[in-house]
């Protein structure tokens, strides 16, 4: 991976240290072995020490609460900075059947957000961004029950809106033009679409360049550039906004491409669940290998999402950044280590949200799952614990079990990872 959150240091604390309930998670393995218990006050990891070494908390009776806050124990949990979701397209959640989510009317279309967000959440992703087609037949409905949702939601998810017009460029533009200034008034998060749909794609960024420019948002694209020159004439007109700058999905991305997007510090977001981890392992001479492994050779900035959930484009899609994870290891080639960074520390910075690291100071932003290894929570870690903003957000136990003619040595009951 091109950056690390080595050497992050904590950033400024939004609720000052001391304020706020105080959390205390006791006996969590970490990624590198330690056992700890972590003292979470506010919405800041406070100290995280050996198991015993922060004090004594009162124990809550019986299994601890979704609501409540004091003690709780993580034995038999791995404990990770929570994970981020960076590309999502909730507005056409749940809604396999092409065209099906036109019959929505506002209501529905807030609850569908809703629960695309939640069942993200769900998976650990305490901060999501989703994409949202403003213009055309649309208008601002869709942003609305988006910006409706994202309110809803707060104390549990962030939820950052992209507000995506078809059009910006000539007389066909106009009206994408002035959606998208409206859409950013009225609070999209960023301003993205796909250039590549524009008959002038450059023409388009340039739009997009200036509005981002008055709004102060950042940038957050569609291209799938299949021609190289193309890919640096997109590349070269978002250069003046690069920093805030996020390129995806990138699935038809032209030969020598990593290169242009790596020596103009590019960002890029893949979706893996859409075929970026597809490919040869050992491909003969002239066929290109898979996206990730390319992106990641080539030293890209690169961080990976969901994509769509359960939509026209994937039926099946999931908005685990675990599942993520696990296809960016298993066919991108990446290393358990990097694949979770992929999902985690690089999709925050991507969101423009500050570092995450189970260390005093970081934001409380934490996900609990059952097991003993990054390995194994990407192989299948089921039961898991949310915290976001210090709270305790979320709780998924799965318990499996066997019937009783199992003849082998097995267990009655078994929790499973
Ligand atoms: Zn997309």
Partial sequence: MSESSEGAQPPPAVNPLGHGPVLLLTGARLVDG???????????????????????????????????????????????????????????????????????????????????????LGYGATAQRTHVRIGDAHGLGRLEAVLMARQALRGLAEVQAVAMPRLLTGLAGADGRAQLREALKLGADAAGGCPDLDPDPVGYIQVLLAAAADADCP???????????????????????????????????????STVLATAGMRVVCLPQNGACTGLEDPPAGLRPSLVRELAHARVALTAGGGGLRDASNPVGRADPLDTARLLAAGGGLSPESAYDAVSTQARAALGLPAVRVDAGFPAELLAVRGDTLDGALAGGHSRLVVHCGRVVSRTSAVREFADTVTLALPRQHTQG
């Fill in 34 to 120: 330690r056992v700890v218990d972590v003292r979470i006050s506010g919405d800041r990891i406070q100290a995280v020490g050996t198991v015993g070494s922060l004090g004594p908390m009162p124990a809550l009776p019986g299994q601890p609460s979704v609501t409540t806050g004091a003690r709780i124990d993580l034995s038999g949990y791995l404990l990770l900075p929570a994970p981020a979701e960076p590309h999502g397209h909730y507005d056409s959640a749940f809604c396999a059947a092409p065209g099906a989510d036109r019959a929505d009317g506002p209501a529905d279309l807030v609850r569908r957000v809703t629960e695309a967000a939640l069942t993200s």
């Fill in 219 to 257: 940038i957050d694209l569609h291209t799938n550039a299949a021609d190289q020159a193309q890919l640096a004439r997109l590349v070269g007109a978002l250069a003046p906004h690069r920093p805030r700058v996020l390129l995806g999905p990138c699935t038809a991305l032209p030969a020598g491409g």
